[in-house]
């Protein structure tokens, strides 16, 4: 009965919010602390700011209500008055003596805010107490900046009006003017409010060829951005069309690669070099047929784009789409003049290309347009060797029928039978070929050399992909190995259905395999060996250009993630009321990832329960790309991921109970990073791993684990561990020790804990 009587933190915040002057003095008397907060850090005088309750703020300062008080983002009440455009609070707080400089943990003052949120009485009052025009966030930015960002045109012609420098420059060495042109991030269309500052800026005298640090200027950005309207002006101003980044990329070359067919033909109409490079060679020709763009390739031809020009390799805009398996772009190069027979610095030609990826169509489209079915590259290997060596056989059947000589030898005597794999068949001889021993030839020779080399298949895991990828250009580089290796990228759950046929040697895994898969591999015959590689942090990321996103709540991120949240959790505001009313951009793992499968566990509670209505790949780089690009995105990436985008990404705190905590390796060791900290692995077939190439791969792979493991990002077992690891691979140990089940929750060590003890039943032995 008497703590039915105690008065009630959250009847005092919802009576500052609803400006319930008596009852706040009474629940004052009675005890209630000034300072109490809600989850998110907001105090009632943060809540009065924020509702306009200037009565509400004046008692509690005449309370002691501290101005000082912050919000999880590092928000005070002051910032708060002024996002919300609260004129008459503002004076109050700055006559109580509010700090008119406070930064958030952005880095973001009052001006600031007020300048994101088109907040115009605020940016006069702001101003006419002196506060600094030239006060820069985290990312460098002024208040101009942010609102060129965000297209705030009344904010930006006070600023202007004040004094604020159009030619100020932030971390990045972007200018207001480069932020015009991403606008809102392209999650919407531009606005008006985004040209209209442009214009502003450009009327005082910001230059139109001002260059970020990576060289982009702003007519780059709006090429890539497909902003036609602001890149006409900023022509008209004066831009120079043909600029280049320091990757020598042009904003033609940006429009292609971003497909921005509008822009394209602007620039072209404006005269763009059609013929200029970029710093490997390419041609916006070469761009567009890589990336198979029919359509821009018809607009550059138009034009009179040249389609024999040849890059840093050597190769016209042929050979790229042959081997990528662009059909119609092949048909329409070779409809305007290009070259079937022409040869990059191998000696490849787009048949060769088409031959070694397996385009069979393509193969076929060359061949009637006369290509040589017996042309040799510059080691003599043609068409015919590579299509038995990558065991495409459908290709081997079609060169054969076309003339391709089966006995032809390359430049070391070899024929296209002895490239086949035992008990391959070539072409349509159906004819059992014994394989004659190949001599070892060093893993450092380039180019097609290494053909010969036995060929080690690695696939699956993006997340584990850096790592395997950095081992096996080390392991080249030694010039030790007798192997050539590849690395693939298919997801875990796609490099599990190849690993589980027996098509691939090693399976990277951001899980361990599941119940299914081990069913599978059982069902095939397929034992392995399980070899956990290190930890990962998987990241909760945003792009650096959020300004109110530090830290989530695992429940806040389930409300973001759930299955239930389907095109129905679409806002941030439904995140956290404070929050922008914008749309909430998801990127994440794609269904075949086991990052997918982890996060969906660990956050959803169950393995692959998710919504469907959000941008998924199981291609990181793709994620952080999309991430990187929009303000109002949210996805999730393996903590490799994070450290190379820094200044693009940052990573949000996670609370699972304990207070937010940012992925750190600090923070995966002390198993204070939960649950989003996972064990990465290597799975090994066990007919691979007789095979004395493979032994010593892997050997060197786990030898050089530790090193390779910090220099990718993610966490290091200990070395004793690795150790431990290397002796089970070298005994034999087969099988799990996961039972199909998942590790979520489970902290470094006491992974190590389990590893140590005995491999389970469901496995193959111990």
């Not at 389609?307 to 789409?321: C, K, Q, V, W």
């Not at 937010?660 to 995966?668: A, K």
């Amino acid at each position: 009965m008497l703590a039915s009587c105690r008065p009630s933190p959250d009847d005092f915040l919802l009576a500052a919010k609803q400006g319930k002057v008596d009852q706040i003095q009474r629940l004052l008397d009675r005890g209630v602390p000034i300072t109490v907060a809600d989850h998110l850090g907001e105090t009632a005088l943060h809540l009065a700011a924020q509702w306009g309750r200037e009565d509400v703020a004046a008692i509690l300062l005449d309370r002691g209500a501290p101005l000082e008080a912050a919000t999880i983002e590092g928000r005070t009440p002051l910032h708060i008055a002024a996002k919300e455009n609260q004129e008459l609070l503002i004076r109050l707080f700055l006559d109580r003596g509010a700090a008119l400089e406070a930064m958030d943990h952005s880095g973001s003052t009052p001006l600031h805010l007020a300048a994101e949120w088109n907040a115009g009485d605020a940016i006069r009052t702001l101003i006419a107490r002196k506060a600094a025009l030239q006060a820069q966030d985290k990312n460098g930015q002024t208040p101009l900046h942010t609102a060129a960002l965000w297209g705030a045109e009344e904010a930006a012609r006070l600023l202007l009006e004040a004094g604020a420098a159009a030619t100020a420059v932030g971390n990045q060495g972007q200018t207001p003017l480069h932020l015009t042109a991403k606008g809102t991030q392209r999650l919407f269309e531009p606005t008006k409010g985004q040209h209209a500052i442009a214009r502003l800026l450009l009327d005082r005298g910001a230059p139109t060829d001002a260059a970020m640090q990576d060289g982009t200027t702003t007519l780059h950005t709006a090429a890539r951005e497909g902003d036609t309207e602001l890149a006409r002006l900023l022509i008209e101003r004066g831009a120079t069309v043909d600029s280049k980044t320091r990757e020598g990329l042009t904003p033609l070359h940006k429009a292609i690669m971003f497909n921005q067919t509008p822009v394209a033909q602007l620039l072209l109409n404006k005269h763009a070099n059609i013929e200029t490079r970029e710093n490997h060679g390419k041609s916006p020709l070469h761009l567009a047929a890589e990336l198979g763009q029919s359509n821009m390739i018809q607009l550059l031809v138009n034009k009179a784009a040249s389609t024999n020009a040849t890059d840093s390799e050597g190769r016209t805009p042929l050979h790229e789409p042959a081997g990528r398996g662009h059909e119609a772009v092949v048909r329409l190069l070779l409809d305007r003049g290009a070259t079937v027979e022409a040869s990059d610095r191998y000696g490849w030609s787009p048949l060769h290309l088409a031959a070694f990826h397996g385009r069979e169509s393509i193969v076929r489209l060359l061949l009637d347009r006369g290509a040589q079915v017996n042309r040799g590259d510059a080691e003599g290997v043609t068409p015919l060797h590579g299509a038995v060596y990558f065991g495409y056989e459908g290709i081997q059947k079609l060169l054969i029928q076309r003339g391709a000589t089966i006995d032809l030898v390359d430049g070391r005597g070899y024929t296209a039978a002895q490239y086949a794999k035992p008990q391959g068949k070539i072409g349509s001889t159906d004819k059992r070929v014994p394989v004659e021993p190949i001599q070892p030839v060093s893993a450092a020779q380039s180019g097609v050399a290494r053909l010969h080399l036995p060929l080690i298949k690695i696939d699956g895991s993006s997340t584990v992909y850096p790592l395997s990828a950095l081992a096996a250009e080390r392991y080249a580089e030694t010039g030790r190995g007798n192997a050539r290796v590849t690395v693939g990228i298919s997801g875990t759950g796609g490099g599990f259905q190849k690993f589980c046929r027996g098509e691939t040697d090693l399976q990277d895994a951001s899980r361990p395999i599941s119940a299914v898969e081990l069913e599978l591999c059982q069902r095939n015959g397929i034992h392995f060996l399980e070899l956990p590689v290190g930890y990962d942090a998987l990241s909760v990321v945003v792009s650096v250009s959020n300004t109110w996103v530090e830290s989530l709540t695992l429940k806040e991120l389930k409300a973001m993630w759930e299955p239930e949240a389907h095109m129905k959790t679409t806002s941030w505001n439904q995140i956290r009321r404070d929050w922008p009313a914008a749309p909430l951009r998801l990127f994440g793992a794609g269904p075949d990832s086991g990052t997918f499968d982890y996060f969906t566990e660990a956050v959803v509670g169950k393995a692959k329960a998710s919504r469907a209505d959000y941008t998924g790949s199981e291609d990181d780089n793709i994620l952080v790309d999309g991430i990187a690009a929009s303000r109002f995105a949210l996805g999730y990436v393996p903590f490799a991921y994070v450290e190379p985008n820094r200044q693009r990404l940052k990573a949000v705190a996670i609370d699972a109970g304990n207070g937010p905590v940012l992925p750190t390796r600090e923070t995966v060791v002390s198993g204070q990073y939960h649950p989003l900290a996972r064990p990465i692995f290597i799975y090994v077939n066990q007919r691979s791993a007789i095979d004395s190439a493979v032994r010593q791969f892997v050997e060197y792979y786990l030898n050089q684990a530790p090193q390779f493991v910090d220099q990718i990002g993610c966490v290091p077992f200990p070395t004793d561990a690795y150790a431990a690891i290397l002796s089970q691979f070298r005994k034999g140990k087969l099988g799990t020790i996961f039972a199909g089940k998942s590790p979520v929750g489970m902290t470094i060590v006491q992974f190590l804990e389990l590893q140590g003890n005995t491999l389970s039943p469901s496995g193959e032995g111990s």
